[in-house]
């Protein structure tokens, strides 16, 4: 994974847009400021001992693909910071959930999608 200067402050790093399945799993496509104007692409199922899939919120599974770097897998967790307006706090991690890689901000858009915007936080 690419990452910023040790010294950057956190900064708006990507974006990124997701379809929520029926199953829970969040299908998503993604670009940062350091993808060359690359479209990738994310996958986050819940993990198992998480039972309400019908629910946005809660902790998944996630791997996403990097142009150069290939697969990174890690820990994506949603958290509600408003119901009534549908916007999401997202936050991804090492699958230990040790280091934060990134946080971001979402909002429900349409029917089962969300777009987050997100800083890099290393």
């Known amino acids: ?7 950057s402050k956190p900064q708006f790093y990507g974006i ?10 969040l ?6 400021i350091l ?7 994310e996958c986050a199922r819940k993990k198992e001992n998480d039972k309400e899939r019908a629910k946005l919120e809660g902790y998944y599974h ?4 990097e142009h150069e770097e290939g697969v990174i897998p890690g820990i994506l967790e949603v958290s509600v910071i408003s119901k009534e307006n549908f916007i999401y706090k997202f936050k991804w991690t090492d699958e230990d959930q ?6 971001g901000i ?3 858009i349409g029917e089962n999608h969300y777009a987050v915007a997100y ?4």
């Open 35 to 41: 993808a060359g104007g690359r479209i990738m692409p």
């Open 62 to 65: 996630v791997s996403w693909i």
């Open 98 to 103: 040790k280091e934060i890689w990134f946080e």
């Open 16 to 25: 990124a847009e997701y379809k929520k399945e029926a199953d829970g799993c």
């Open 27 to 32: 299908l998503g496509l993604f670009t940062n």
């Open 119 to 122: 800083i890099n936080v290393e």
């Open 106 to 108: 979402g909002k429900k």
């Open 1 to 7: 994974m690419k990452k910023l200067e040790k010294n």
